[in-house]
């Protein structure tokens, strides 16, 4: 046995998706659905209803008077829409002041953060403040968790999250004032949405075979939207948001199990020089997927710790090395900006919602739904027309949705379908960048290429609820910065190297030597030529393959 192959001819054993990597992949799969849930559970946990200013003498703590009588009309400024100003009122000259207190239309919400915290006219920043600090938490845990996944382990950083997400989930909601609730609600996010899902993610990748990577990592996308849903779901049953609130977090009791029965990556094992980990695992799984085969523990273990030593006289793969060589570092920027624009203008149009008509829990839960026939064209299409050419033309169209959504009134139902589109396409984008990232960079910084991507994503969803304080001076300048970036980064993302059916790289080498000159201009224009990296691809095309040694082969 080929000392270099050992790992790739070991994971191959187990064939691309059996028994137990649909086990593990189950469990791998609810970190991405308390990551949606817990994403998105400021929506209804701090949501701000449609609101007016307090009127005294007609206003009591016993009756609030119908919003259109007409003492309140004769109070309230209109809009130029005709809708009552949510911040101003006539004093006793007749001349516009603004509110002190307000009354919040009470249909579907009586409780939440904005309403204890009056988070609306000109505290309104404080609610966006609180998106953000949630946003630069995920920021945080992408990129120290995702560098810490890659030294102690997938499953450690993932078990650990588990466990803290459930106790911030609950404890943040006890918190009763602003800017302590603001510290909780940080470190609540870095454990929340980044510190299983990224983990997951990857141990999912590193375990199914290549035929199988499309659909695994798009599903992941679909459970995520799925807790979006359920967001909405528990937000329409349970109207106190300290019980809301501790509901979401007790979801986190899905992951404690994982310490038991979730297994380590052997990808990763045989990386750090611990084959006998990495072999006991593989002969468990196959096990599980109902083979009879047994492998030579002593022979694979010798190989391991052989093609170990390799790792052990250099010094260990960290972030910083993705910026070291030229072709590697092109690709990680470009890729970063990648996922800069995929979450700007996915949570721009995510918060264009707010401005439709109806029931703000069937929107939610509508706007969740619509992903997944998105997600369903990504799995069928992606592995035909390839990650490029499918992630650069959603980029482009989400984009442009987002532009052309800027000069259209809301509220119309050309509006609604722009936006709906927009998220359809941008959704589709989103979950492609996650296989693609996956895809582009080796094994020994995947998890933090994936973490610092995952970091530019939540940086641009960071500044996402500032950006739209915009609307202040013109209420076209989000919804056209969203769109222009997505267009320039889809652009961009044509000089990215196509990865379908092509071997993951394992080495620091190999991802630098993976793709070079290959874009999609170099493509359609000598469609015939091989790659000038000069390496081929075996008839197996889903056996992958450590770069470095394919030009070994015979």
């Known amino acids: 046995m080929d000392k270099e192959r050992a790992l790739e001819e070991m994971m191959g054993k187990l064939g691309d998706f059996g028994r137990y990597q649909g086990f593990q992949f189950f469990l791998h799969i609810l970190a991405a659905l308390t990551a949606g849930l817990h994403m998105l559970s400021l929506v209804t946990v701090a949501a701000v209803p449609e609101h007016r200013c307090w009127i005294d003498g007609v206003d009591t703590n016993e009756t609030i008077a119908p919003w259109n009588s007409s003492d309140i009309l004769k109070a ?20 516009t002041m603004t509110c002190e207190k307000w009354v919040f239309d009470t249909r579907y919400r009586t409780s939440s953060r904005a309403i204890e915290w009056n988070l609306v006219c000109d505290r309104r920043w404080k609610g966006a403040i609180a998106q953000t600090v949630y946003m630069l938490g995920v920021f945080t845990g992408a990129v120290f968790l995702g560098g810490l996944a890659d030294k102690i382990g997938r499953k450690t950083v993932f078990c650990w999250s588990g466990v803290l997400q459930l106790i911030l989930g609950v404890v943040v909601s006890f918190i009763p004032e602003y800017w302590s609730f603001l510290g909780v609600l940080f470190f609540y996010a870095i454990f929340g949405s980044a510190g299983a899902y990224i983990p997951a993610f990857v141990l999912t990748m590193e375990i199914v075979g290549a035929s199988k990577r499309t659909a695994c990592g798009v599903a992941f996308q679909c459970a995520f939207a799925f807790g979006i849903m359920l967001v909405a779901g528990w937000g329409a049953i349970i109207d106190d948001r300290q019980i809301l609130q501790v509901i979401y977090g007790l979801h986190g009791l899905l992951l404690i199990p994982h310490i038991w029965i979730m297994d380590e990556s052997p990808r990763w094992l045989w990386a750090q020089g611990r084959p006998k980990e990495a072999v006991d695992i593989v002969q468990k799984a196959l096990k599980c997927n109902g083979s009879d085969e047994v492998l030579d523990r002593a022979e694979l273990v010798s190989k391991g710790k052989v093609e170990s030593s390799k790792v052990t006289d250099e010094p260990s793969a960290s972030t910083l090395d993705l910026f070291k060589t030229p072709n590697l570092r092109n690709k990680t920027l470009n890729i970063c900006l990648c996922w800069f624009a995929n979450s700007l203008v996915y949570y721009g149009l995510t918060l264009s919602t707010g ?7 069937l929107i939610t839960a509508v706007f969740g739904l619509v992903e997944l026939p998105s997600y369903a064209a990504v799995i069928y299409f992606l592995d035909i027309w390839g ?45 492609i960048v996650y296989n693609y990232s996956a895809e582009l960079f080796p094994t020994v910084v995947r998890n933090s290429a994936i973490g ?27 919804a056209v910065t969203f769109g222009l970036v997505a267009l320039v980064s889809g652009f961009l993302c044509c000089f990215l190297p196509e990865t379908m059916n092509q071997p993951m790289p394992q080495s620091i080498q190999d991802g630098e030597n993976f793709g070079k000159g ?11 030529e091989e790659n000038v990296d000069a390496y081929t691809v075996d008839d197996k095309a889903d056996v992958m393959v450590p770069l470095d040694n394919v030009s070994k082969k015979a």
Not at 394 to 422: E, K, L, N, Q, R
């Open 76 to 95: 309230i400024p209109l809009t130029a829409h005709g809708a009552l100003d949510n911040c101003l009122m006539y004093d006793e000259l007749n001349q």
């Open 387 to 431: 990650r490029r050419a499918l992630i650069c033309s959603m980029m482009i169209i989400g984009g442009s949705a987002c532009i052309i959504a800027a000069f259209i009134p809301t509220g119309t139902i050309i509006s609604t379908v722009v936006v709906i589109a927009g998220k359809l396409f941008i959704a589709g984008s989103f979950a």
């Open 518 to 528: 290959d874009t999609c201009f170099n493509s359609c224009i000598k469609k015939d």
């Open 355 to 361: 401005k439709l008509e109806g029931n703000p829990y």
């Open 452 to 478: 610092l991507g995952s970091m530019c994503a939540r940086l641009s969803g960071a500044l996402t609820p500032l950006i739209t304080l915009l609307d202040s001076f013109n209420p076209k300048i989000p």
